[in-house]
Each structure stands twice: as C-alpha cells, then as structure tokens.
C-alpha cells in the first residue's frame, strides 16, 4: 500500500498547478464524451478509462456520446463535433494511426488521435500518468486514491516505432499488449483493440511461396544451383531465373487475394543456406560487390514492384539475414519493401556499439540506414537452445532500441522465447520493459526494472533485485563486472555460468524465499530460480572417463534431480524448453542417452586415447601425454545429443548433401590390441564396416582408416564423412593453413576486425588440398594437424565458432558412390595436436 501511495504522490507531483479536478472524495461531475462515429478502439478506450478509474477513486464516470447536446464537464475521447468545434489545432495527419493529443481546455480534458489506435493509446498513456501499470497479464498497479487532479496538459505523442512485437508468449495477450501500447503481428489484439501490424506469411516463405514439391519436378532450374546439381532439399531459389520471377508474383498476388487483412507480405530466404551457384546469380552477387543480398534484393524490387501496381497499400517485406546480412553496392530498396535485419551473430550482454565483437553488425547497421529509411530489425534476446539459463541482457536493450532509433530503424522486433505456455527466463520483465521503450525510447530502464520486481515480488524484491544485479556483473565489462560475452546459442557451461555465480544466486533466491509474504509471492519467486538450478544440473550431466566406464559422477542423483526438476517446470504448464522441441522430447531424450558407456583405451607414448563404441564409435578424449591437454573439444553437456557428440568421429551419408546419416551399430573387434583398436559397424542398408584406430608410423598423430563394404544384394548410395572437434578454448588468433592441389598456398584468419568470430570454408573441385590442413594458435601455444590421403578424398570443410563455443571442425569427405554387392569404399584420416612452432 505504501509503494501505491507513492506511485500516486509522485504522479501528482509531475502535473503542474491549477489542476483539473475530475474526482473529488469519491465523487465526479465529469462525463466521458465519445463520437457518434468512434472506432472500435475509442470505444474500448472510454470503457477503460471508466473502468480504471472507477478501481483508482470509486467513482464511475459515465459514457455518453455526442450526438446529441451535451452538456458539464467532459473527458472527451476521440475526435469528434465537440473537439472539431474546439478547434484545439490538433494534427491529425502527423499523429497518425497511433499518435494522439492529451489538451485540456477549460473544464475539458480532450484525449484523441489517430482513429486506427491513436485515441486508445493515449487513454492507457493518461491513465499511465496517473500511476496505473500492466506489468504482466495477472499483475497491475492501479493507485487508489479519492481524488484524481490533473494539469493543464497540450502535448502529443507518437511512437518510437511503428512495428512494436515483443515476441515471448507472456506478451501476446490481448488486454497486456492493448494496454502496453504493443501492435504486433503475434498479439492477441483484434478490431476492439485497433487490429495489429499483420503479416502473410510471417517470415523464411520461399518454400511456401514456390514449394518444391509442386514444382520442382518439372522446373528445376527454379531451385538452387548447389555443387553442381539443382537441388529441392534445404535449397533456395534461383533468384535470377524470370519465370520463376513471374510464378512468384502471381503466387504473391494469391496470397493478398487470400489474406486482406496482411498489410506486410513476406518475400524471404528459407531458415538455411543453399543459396544458387548458377552463373547469372553469381554475375550479380559480383555485381553488388560479391555479397549474397544483392539476388535476393532485385528480385525482391521485382515483386515488389509488380505488386505495387496493384496494391499500392501493401508492403513487401524480406531479411538481411545470416548469409544476406551483408547490404548490396548498387541496389536499392524500393519504397515499398521493408528490410528486416537480423543482428543474429552479436554479443548480447553489452550494448552493440561498445563491443568489439558486435562491430560487424554495427558496420551492416550504417550501411543498410544509408540506402533505406524503412528497416526493421529482428532483434534476439533469449538463449534459444535453452530457454530457461539467466540471459542478462538488459543492459544492451536498454542502450540498444535508443540505438535503433539513431540509424532510423521504424520497426522492431525483438524474438524471445515463445512456447504455447510460455517459461522464456524472465519473459515477464523483458516483455514489460521492451514495450515501454517501443513506445519511448527515452525509457529509464532501471527505474521500470525497480517497478516490476516491487509489483510483482513484493517483499522479496530486494533479493530478486540483488539476483538481477549479480547476473548482470557477470557480463558488464571491467570494472563493473566480469566482462563476458554472451550470445543466443550458448550451452550452461558458458563463462558466466561459474560455480561462484549460481551459489551466490541460489542463497539469494533462498532469501526471496523467505521474504516472500505469501504462497503466490513465493511461486514466483520459485519460477525464476528454475534458471538457476536448470543450469546446475545441465553442468553436472558433463561426463567423464573413468577406468572402462563413460558417465557423470552421479548418475542415479542426476537422474533424480532431472526428474524433481521437469516435474516443478510443468507444474507451471510450462510445455518447452528450447526452440522447435517440446518437454516431452527433452525427457526422452535425456534419459534414453543418460547412461553409462563402456570404453575403449588404446595409448602409445604420446597420446591415451578413449573411445566409445556405443557413441557412434566416437573418440571421446585424446589425451596429450605431454600436457595433459585435451586435443579434442570439451563438448558442453547442454548439447542437445550430449554425450553422442563432438570428438572424433565417423558417419556414413547416401551422398554429400543429405542431411540424414545411416545408422551404424559397432562391436570391437578380437583384432584390438593396447595401441590399435577395431571395430565392426554394420547398418540396416547392407553396409558393412571396419574401423581401425591406431597412430602413425611416427606415434604423433592418431591414425583412422575404415572400409566400407556392401555386403547385400543391391546397390547402396554412400559417402563416407570423417569429422573431428578441435578443443580451442584459447584460440582467438586462430588461424588455418593448408596448401591447394594445384600448389597454391591458402591461409585463413578465423577473428577479423568488423565480421563474426565464426565461419567456414569448402575445399571443393579446384579448391581441394593437397593432403593437409593445419590450425595454429600462438595464444593457445599448439598447432591442430589434420592429414588424408588427397587421391581418395573428394573434399573437406572447416567451420568455426570462436564466439559461442570456442571449437573449430575440420572433416573430410570419401567420394559419393553407389557401390554394388561385394564393392568397397576406403577413407584415412590422422589427427593430432603440437607445440607451436614444431
């Protein structure tokens, strides 16, 4: 009660003198006037407004119209004969669909603007200045107080934004998102609420808008040229074929025939790479300076063109995203596209312009501002492989939606974690606070932050403050804080994830605990821990070698702790925990690979190397004898086919495009010894395979070779694959290098000034090496080996992800070839790691 009367002392206090009293002692003499020809919108912002503040004084105000004579003092909402004979010198025009006038004028109080929204907007930001909050769709602070005063008010307001789409569940519902000043396409808002922004369809429609399966068949140069082949699986379009051009326009034309109500259409690239190789796209691509967007804007402009003529209204929308973030040379948006870049690679805890690692983005920010005044933004802020660990990211949102609106960005939105039930860590909060600086980014975050948690909270807010301070330390740069980065894809053992950090948090959440003056405090005081102790147990699932046996050193505590764990997260109706999966699938996952794994051991003098032929026979460790390093990656155990992943590896693929290996089971052979392992593998195909690991002549390297042999009666498509994880925790001077089959040299620098720390590279046709790839580190002090035999290898790859993870691939292909009963298939591959310099 204390808090409310503040809130309420306070807004009073913000209002200037000869106020207009329109409730005194629980008693008005003032009407609320509506149009005759009020929206839907206007008419649901008079009822609000009765309604709020009939809850702050007692007093209820009655609704009338004006259509005919009216008469006393009257809150006018909406423009209207009354406001029109006024005349207020309002502009309609400039405010339009969302902004709005707050003007008094004698005994009237005039709250109206544009139609659409406008008017209802600036009841709820009227109502605002009174004190009232929506901080969640269940929590609200609406001051009691008997008298209600206001001053003499002549101002207006538009919004910051025109798109406004915080997308985590806890936003979507109607009444919080109307009342926040929120218009996204997500949002449960409908014709009382003014409608929404409305897309068709939302995003990556390529497929949808030339499926393949109607038509690649018969037009397959539409689809992608990939290594040489048109492809329909995880493929693009080829952007600059003219009929292809021409189906999609008449496609287009049948989806706004469809949907009418879709103000924005979306033109955009499918959630994957595979964009076309033919020589017309790569022309262009040349053309627009050697960047993937250049295809994909003109053909856009195309479309976009085209269904301007028609539907001058409608606006055409496509992404500067992933392999498209880079802006073209030459070409321009038109005036009816909408550019959404997506930030998708930056550091999220520190704002973009102050860390190094978000410079690429900022580079792409000024450079797509200088050729529109139309982008959008399609901002992150959740870890989307693990919704429930702390993401502290408020400092950035606070410096970076101001930012946004520097660079001329008109639309925002900002993806967070959004399962049917919702759960995203602190989706409440986020959602709350982002709304409130859609709308104006001059928003004291950290005042709205104290808000919320008093409101929702209660008497343990001040813990749940201190646990809000301590998770930021953990990533705000020196001297504030620990200075780590943290992105969109990280697992629980991430840098700021330390043991320190989640006791510390785990004694405060006891505090909050125990301040809670309630069982519903407490709830949700419970709610927000789950980061916490979600992270815990992620952490201690890492496993170990220990003598022949593989697994956590706890698994039967573990196994209870999961169980104890998933059944508080549903008893929050909580249905998911990561992107594209549901609870269900993460417990059968977990407990169909949480077990314990026999090991392999083989060891000369350099290297103790352990195996687990259950995992796919994978190498699970690679011991430097030397140093007691890992040569191999330390897989995070938050990987979602944890511990089936990482390490050295082999897989077996119908060609080198599929996506989906062949299964293989694998027994260890009698012909094992101390330093040279084998094993068996068979797959449902016919497939037979022997594996053997061992080292070089020389002992350095760890030596593999496998044979592939179709031991059925048919024909079986296969490829051999041959992938190994480098553990690179201190590589950020990374760098390979490797020499092509025509002689030339070829190095590249993994961490350039002003792109993302990740990357890869394709050694294909004129491109592949001479037998060797190589990665050194003078600040790790090592160098990684890979070796092959060049006359049997089709090609190799590398990729790299010194941002999230710290690990670098480097694999190797056989040829792709249908072997027939009794044909063999050979692939060699050495690994190793040594000292810088050797």
């Known amino acids: 009660m204390k808090l409310l009367s503040l809130a309420v002392a306070l807004a009073s206090a913000a209002f200037a003198a000869e106020p207009l009293t329109l409730v005194e002692n629980g008693k008005s003499t003032y009407s609320i006037c509506l149009s005759s020809e009020a929206s839907p919108s206007e008419r649901r912002g008079a009822a609000e407004l009765q309604k709020f503040l009939l809850e702050m004084s007692g007093a209820q105000l009655p609704i009338v119209t004006d259509a005919g004579k009216v008469k006393g003092n009257l809150i006018l909402v909406g423009r209207g004969k009354l406001t029109d004979r006024m005349k207020l010198g309002i502009d309609y025009t400039k405010l339009g669909d969302e902004g709005f006038a707050l003007k008094t004028s004698g005994r009237r109080l005039v709250i109206a603007g544009g139609r659409l929204r406008g008017t209802m907007y600036g009841v709820y930001t009227f109502l605002d200045r009174l004190g009232c909050r929506w901080f969640t769709s269940q929590v609200s602070r609406i001051p009691k107080t008997p008298t209600i005063r206001v001053p003499a008010l002549d101002e207006s307001q538009t919004p910051a934004f025109e798109y406004r789409e915080p997308f985590f569940t806890e936003a979507f519902e109607k009444d ?397 109706g909580f249905t998911s925990i990561r992107e594209s999966a549901n609870l269900k699938q993460d417990e059968e996952g977990f407990y169909a690979l949480m077990k314990p794994y026999k090991i392999s051991t083989i060891q000369n003098s350099n290297w103790t190397v352990h195996i687990a032929p259950d995992l796919n026979g994978r190498v699970v460790r690679m011991i430097d004898k030397r140093t007691g390093r890992d040569a191999l990656y330390r897989v995070d155990p938050g990987e979602r086919t944890y511990p089936n992943a990482s390490g050295l590896a082999l897989s077996l693929y119908p060609d080198h495009h599929t996506r989906q290996a062949y299964d293989i089971a694998w027994t260890v052979s009698d012909a094992t010894s101390p330093d040279r392992l084998v094993l068996k593998g068979t797959t449902t195909q016919g497939l037979t395979l022997e594996r053997t690991i061992g080292f070089t002549v020389d002992g350095k390297l760890l030596h593999t070779e496998t044979v592939v042999t179709n031991a059925g009666d048919k024909p079986v498509a296969t490829a051999i694959q041959t992938t190994c994880r480098l553990g690179a925790a201190d590589a950020e001077d990374a760098m390979a290098s490797y020499r092509r089959l025509d002689g030339t040299a070829g190095r590249k620098v993994m961490i350039e000034p002003e792109r993302e720390p990740v990357g890869s590279e394709n050694y294909i046709g004129p491109q592949r090496l001479d037998g060797a790839w190589r990665a050194t580190s003078r600040h790790a002090g090592c160098a990684w080996i890979a070796r092959f035999p060049k006359d049997i290898t089709n090609r190799s790859y590398a990729n790299w992800n010194l941002r999230d993870d710290m690990s670098i691939n480097f694999g190797v292909w056989s040829d792709a070839k249908t072997l027939k009963p009794g044909e063999t298939l050979r692939q060699e591959f050495d690994y190793g790691v040594e000292a810088q310099g050797n």
Not at 225 to 243: H, M, P, V, Y
Not at 477 to 501: C, D, K, N, Q, V
Not at 540 to 552: H, I, K, M, N, T
């Open 176 to 572: 919080w998102a109307a009342r926040n000043r929120i218009n996204g396409a997500s949002m449960k808002l409908d014709d009382s609420t003014g409608g929404k922004v409305t897309y068709y369809p939302f995003v990556h429609s390529f497929n949808q808008m030339i499926p393949p399966e109607k038509y690649f068949s018969s037009h397959p140069e539409w689809f992608s040229l990939i290594d040489g082949a048109r492809r329909s699986e995880r493929s693009q379009l080829c952007l600059t074929n003219k009929e292809m051009l021409q189906e999609s326009i008449k496609n287009v034309l049948e989806w706004i025939q469809q949907h009418p109500e879709a103000r924005i259409i979306s033109v955009s690239q499918n959630d994957w790479t595979g964009w076309c190789e033919c020589d017309n796209c790569r022309r262009v691509e040349e053309e627009e300076g050697g960047v993937h967007s250049g295809p994909l804007l003109r053909f856009v402009n195309a479309v976009a063109e085209e269904i301007g003529k028609k539907y001058p209204d409608k606006l055409i929308d496509t992404l500067a995203y992933w392999y498209t973030e880079d802006p073209p040379a030459k070409v321009r948006p038109r005036p009816n596209v909408r550019i959404r870049l997506c930030p998708i690679g930056v550091c999220e805890s520190h704002p973009y312009e102050k860390c190094p690692r978000s410079a690429y983005f900022m580079r792409n920010l000024r450079n797509w501002s200088k050729i529109t005044n139309q982008l959008y933004i399609w901002h992150y802020n959740t870890n989307f492989a693990h919704y429930l660990l702390p993401f502290p990211d408020f400092d950035e949102l606070a410096a970076d939606i101001p930012m946004y609106k520097r660079h001329g960005v008109v639309g925002l939105f900002l993806e967070g974690a959004y399962p049917p039930e919702g759960g995203g860590e602190n989706g409440e909060l986020r959602s709350y606070v982002m709304a409130r600086q859609l709308w104006d980014t001059r928003t004291d975050v950290d005042k709205e932050v104290n808000e919320f948690l008093e409101a929702v909270y209660g008497k343990a807010a001040k813990p749940m403050r201190a646990y809000y301070d301590l998770m930021h330390q953990q990533v705000r740069f020196a001297p504030e804080g620990r200075g780590r980065h943290l992105y969109i894809f990280m697992h629980p053992r991430a840098s700021y994830l330390s043991r320190e950090f989640l006791d510390r948090a785990a004694e405060l959440f006891r505090q909050a605990d125990a301040a809670a003056g309630n069982e519903v405090i407490r709830r949700r005081v419970r709610q927000a821990r789950i980061s916490i102790d979600y992270a815990r147990l992620m952490q201690d699932r890492e496993y170990e070698v220990r003598g022949d046996v593989f697994a956590p050193s706890d698994l039967d505590g573990l196994k209870s702790r999961f169980a104890a764990l998933w059944s508080l997260i549903r008893s929050y």
